[in-house]
Structure formats: C-alpha cells, structure tokens
C-alpha cells in the first residue's frame, strides 16, 4: 500500500515555517513595491504641473523608517541561549 503524499496546503504551510525571517522579507519587500508606487505616483503628478516633493518625503520616511527600525531590530535581538552556553574562540 502506498504512503499517502501530504496535501498541498500542508506542503505550504511547511514550507513557510522553513523560510527564515519571513515576516521581516515580506516587510521590505511591501516596503519597496509601496515607495516605487509613490515614486511612480508622484512623477506622474509632478508631470501634471504639481508639487509633489512633501507627499514624497513623507511617503518615503515613513516606509524609511520601517526599514530602519526592522534593521535595528535584527542587529539588536538577542541571541538563542544556546550560543551563550558554547566556548568562545578568543580573538588573536
């Protein structure tokens, strides 16, 4: 008798928990495609004969920060504790 194959949503649903840092991939990745489209946005505007220089700024720091935020989250999170419990090399 042959082993029943797994459905696809459970294959999904596997394979997004072996993705690393997912939810942060996703982040920058809506961060990108959101300030291309306000840069596109704007361009076509500004073509139009508006000032659109403060919608930009604002639409761009805001997802800025975001970014800067998500970054200094992952260069400040702390370590698993089982890295503390393992030697360390010293540095020569």
Same mark, same amino acid.
């Not at 999904?12 to 961060?31: G, N, R």
């Not at 000032?51 to 639409?59: D, F, N, P, R, T």
């Given at each position: 008798m042959k082993a029943k194959k797994p459905s696809v949503f459970r294959r999904?649903? /596997?394979?997004?928990? #072996? !993705?690393?840092?997912? $939810?942060?991939?996703?982040?920058?990745?809506?961060?990108?495609?959101?300030?291309?489209?306000?840069?596109?946005?704007?361009v076509w505007r500004q073509?139009?004969?508006?000032?659109? /220089?403060?919608?930009? #700024? !604002?639409?761009?720091? $805001?997802?800025?920060?975001e970014l800067l935020l998500l970054c200094l989250k992952t260069i400040f999170k702390k370590e698993d504790k089982d890295d503390e419990n393992t030697p360390q090399q010293p540095c020569v």
């Open positions: 999904f649903h /596997a394979w997004l928990h #072996a !993705v690393p840092h997912l $939810f942060a991939k996703l982040i920058i990745l809506y961060c990108i495609l959101y300030a291309s489209a306000a840069c596109a946005f704007c073509g139009q004969g508006l000032e659109m /220089a403060g919608i930009l #700024a !604002v639409a761009l720091g $805001f997802f800025g920060g």
